[in-house]
């Protein structure tokens, strides 16, 4: 892998001329003519505009060594080993982006907030932590820098009210502290074809007395899920789900990921709800953290968690493969694409370039998938106004143990790798979209029939219900690794769905009382609740007009809702 970076980034450098003595207009035009030609929302004009902004902006930083990081995604591979040579050639900042796991990406960002030693000149780490570099005040202020010390080095063509994820990196003070690369939904995953099969839908609508469709609903996905699972289609046994059951950090992330949210977990409110989130975290009006557990008004052991984690056990154990109780993330990613999967509630849009591959036996011969991207279904407990899904940011942050000269370099690469001069060629490479404008752009209404509903989904109203973790999460990186260690325990029989989120919880609250007692957040950091029963704070919620902790439903199984993909896309384009 490394030989491989090597060779093809010196291609690259070789094509375009390297270092300061050659950087310039030349080598931006090179550029524009080999790698963007029309693939941009911009002219050649504006594009030739844009990069003479940034060669005139680097002047001052020409020949200095800038390093940062992201993890390893497609996009990411595509700015390393393409867009940062070429910025490279075109400016004389000679940027080395080093592409490492994302839990690594994490660690380094935490070491150099807690030792101030620059490690990195900027990060791409997920919008996730927009509460923790809010509340850590370690982070620049993306808005003062733009308008302080960064005026200099900020593109006036940025167009920041064209990017559709600034909200989810906007904190409760109001400012800008990360500025979105790339991001990607949780959605529905399902076999068109099988869906439209006139056996399966005669054989679903005689055992079930409703049509197969796109599930609403969890009732309608179970249905469809038991419905699957065991028949046979084109010789092979198939399984109406799959999940993955590990006990490793990935299973965090598949929670965190907004699976209670799906549940209804939580309050209303977007992109996260208020005053308890996601994550069942409960903030006061100073959106300072008051608790987790329902004892303190949080929802993270409430019945609308414990019901979404019970789900997520009977159905892996009932509906998905055998083999995924053992498998990881990164080891059950491909096997909807193997064509055994007629559904799946649960896949990042990340994976779609490897679903389109020529030759998979989800794709048809003309390169049109046999499957398409829904809405994810909603659990018993959700109401209309809550999310309903995730949606990974990952993000640049400068830190303010970066040396200034330095951070003004490393901010003219994180803005080029997202103008809008190469916006849309990156957006094709790694299907991660960021901007409005190349979501609209033309040559995605060519190629929207090749990506299953993805376009068709970020151009629809219901995108707005697909978020990061918000700002009610006070320590990203110290919560989050607690999830994998409880919900392991449930997957593995060891505890039950209830004493599972019991235990999260309050290890989640263990954390926030620390942090209470250093002072380390200030006013803005945690400060607990009293201690009451359920039916105290559901009250209280309820006396307020919110929602979180609802009390248990007792019939969890609700009446079954389908709807028909082509009209609900229809519906969305009116």
Same mark, same amino acid.
């Given at each position: ?370 499957? #398409?991207?829904?809405? !994810? @279904?909603? +659990?018993?407990?959700?109401? =209309?106004?809550? %999310? $309903? ?73 219901? #995108?707005?219900?697909? !978020? @990061?973790? +918000?700002?009610?999460?006070? =320590?990203?990186? %110290? $919560? ?85 993909? =082509? ?8």
């Amino acid at each position: 892998m490394r030989r491989q970076f090597l060779t093809s980034t010196t291609a690259l450098v070789l094509l375009w001329g390297a270092g300061q003595a050659y950087a310039g207009m030349d080598e931006a035009k090179t550029f524009l003519d080999t790698e963007i030609k029309d693939l941009s929302t911009l002219d050649r004009a504006g594009q030739e505009a844009e990069l003479q902004w940034f060669i005139d902006a680097a002047k001052p930083f020409a020949g200095m060594d800038i390093k940062v990081v992201s993890e390893t995604i497609d996009t990411h591979s595509y700015e390393s080993k393409v867009l940062a040579p070429a910025f490279t050639a075109i400016t004389g900042i000679k940027i080395t982006h080093d592409l490492i796991g994302e839990g690594d990406v994490v660690e380094k960002l935490q070491t150099q907030m807690q030792s101030g030693e620059n490690i990195y000149d900027a990060y791409v780490n997920d919008s996730d932590l927009i509460g923790t570099h809010w509340r850590y005040q370690q982070a620049r202020s993306l808005t003062k820098w733009m308008a302080n010390e960064g005026k200099d080095v900020t593109n006036p063509n940025l167009d920041l009210a064209d990017f559709i994820g600034t909200k989810f990196t906007t904190a409760p003070d109001g400012d800008l502290y990360q500025l979105p690369d790339q991001q990607f939904a949780n959605l529905y995953w399902f076999r068109y074809d099988w869906f439209n099969d006139e056996k399966n839908k005669a054989d679903f609508k005689a055992k079930y007395g409703y049509d197969l469709g796109v599930p609403v609903n969890w009732s309608a996905y179970e249905d469809i899920a038991e419905f699957f699972t065991g028949r046979e289609i084109d010789g092979k046994k198939v399984y109406g789900h799959m999940d993955y059951g590990k006990k490793d950090p990935s299973l965090g992330w598949r929670f965190t990921d907004a699976w209670l949210s799906m549940a209804g977990n939580g309050d209303k409110g977007l992109p996260n709800g208020l005053p308890v989130d996601e994550w069942g975290i409960k903030v006061n009006e100073k959106s300072q953290p008051v608790g987790s557990c329902v004892a303190r008004g949080g929802d993270t052991n409430g019945p609308a968690s414990v019901y979404s984690i019970q789900k997520y056990l009977d159905w892996l154990k009932a509906y998905a493969p055998p083999e995924a109780q053992g498998m990881t993330f990164g080891e059950s990613g491909p096997v909807p694409s193997q064509g055994t999967v007629a559904q799946q509630m649960f896949t990042y849009t990340a994976f779609t370039a490897s679903f389109v591959k020529e030759g998979l036996p989800v794709v048809n011969a003309d390169g049109t998938p046999k499957w #398409r991207f829904a809405p !994810s @279904p909603h +659990g018993v407990y959700w109401k =209309d106004g809550m %999310k $309903l899904g995730y949606q990974d940011v990952g993000s640049w942050t400068l830190l303010k143990s970066t040396p200034d000269d330095r951070a003004k370099a490393a901010w003219l690469y994180a803005q080029f790798v997202v103008s809008k001069t190469v916006d849309v060629k990156k957006s094709h490479v790694g299907l991660t979209l960021i901007r409005e404008s190349t979501i609209q752009d033309k040559s995605f209404t060519e190629r929207a029939p090749k990506l299953g509903g993805l376009i068709e989904f970020y151009r629809s109203p219901a #995108r707005v219900q697909w !978020s @990061p973790t +918000g700002t009610n999460v006070p =320590d990203y990186p %110290k $919560l989050a690794q607690l999830w994998w260690q409880a919900i392991g325990d449930a997957s593995s029989g060891a505890k039950t769905a209830q004493e599972a989120m019991d235990s999260l919880c309050s290890e989640q609250e263990k954390v926030m009382e620390r942090l209470e007692k250093a002072g380390i957040q200030g006013d803005i950091g945690p400060k607990m609740a009293e201690e009451h029963d359920l039916a105290y704070w559901n009250a209280d919620a309820v006396k307020k007009g919110n929602l979180a902790p609802q009390l248990k439903i007792e019939n969890e199984k609700e009446k079954p809702i389908t709807i028909n993909y =082509d009209e609900l896309v229809k519906s969305w384009q009116k």
